[in-house]
């Protein structure tokens, strides 16, 4: 009798173990990830920071390391999303040869799953419109792109000059509509980062045609200068 309550208890004692391992395995899964994709994020703020674009050994070694971390935390919306940005440097890098839209096909993949699995995060969605505007991809994708990143981040400044280089440098193939959402970005953009800005529009001459989407005010006198 006394053997037959002792059984259950040793199940417990058993799944308790395997919990706990469990537990560690995945813990080690998320540190290992986490140590990989800082590697990757460090080089993305470098590059950022220096305003330059990545030599070919730097941006193979941050897509290395960003396709890694992915592959130990499969579901997490921070390594979909690094990797694409990553491949968007590759393919900036290979923008010459042009195999962009090749090496980029898997940042789309990435952004997507990204978005379904964090509905809400706008710099998913202004990234995303990015490479669609890269790749010349001015479709219902962009547009639903574009209108979830100024959604979802209407007053981040990151948003602001990721969604300003997505919407000038496909400018003339915009819509009207399109054009609306892009300078009104930039007119909230302006109190945070005006220099950025002013830089983006300047480098692909739009500043007459984004000028005229602008409301009349301090600002706009400012960075259009009238």
């Not at 959402?181 to 002013?198: D, M, T, Y």
Request: proline share 4%; charged share 25%.
């Amino acid at each position: 009798m006394s053997a037959s309550f002792r059984k259950p208890s040793s199940y417990l004692l058993v799944l308790v173990v395997l919990v706990a391992f469990w537990g560690i395995y995945q813990a080690a899964r998320m540190g290992i990830a986490d140590v990989v994709a800082h590697k990757a994020e460090f080089a993305v703020g470098r590059w950022d920071d220096e305003k330059r674009m990545p030599t070919s050994d730097e941006v193979e070694r941050a897509v290395a390391d960003a396709r890694s971390a992915l592959s130990w935390e499969p579901r997490n919306p921070d390594y979909h999303d690094l990797l694409a940005q990553v491949l968007i440097y590759k393919g900036l890098v290979h923008w010459a040869d042009g195999t962009f839209n090749e090496i980029t096909d898997e940042s789309l993949v990435l952004y997507r799953r990204s978005v379904e699995l964090r509905p809400r995060w706008p710099y998913a969605w202004a990234r995303f419109a990015l490479v669609k505007s890269y790749r010349g991809e001015y479709d219902a994708e962009f547009e639903n792109a574009l209108s979830k990143a100024v959604k979802y981040g209407p007053w981040d400044p990151g948003i602001h000059v990721t969604v300003a280089e997505a919407g000038v440098f496909g400018w003339r193939r915009l819509s009207i509509e399109e054009r609306k959402v892009v300078a009104a970005n930039i007119h909230r953009g302006l109190k945070f980062e005006f220099s950025s800005i002013q830089s983006i529009v300047r480098r692909y001459n739009g500043m007459i045609l984004v000028c005229g989407y602008l409301p009349r005010d301090k600002r706009t006198t400012r960075f259009c200068g009238w």
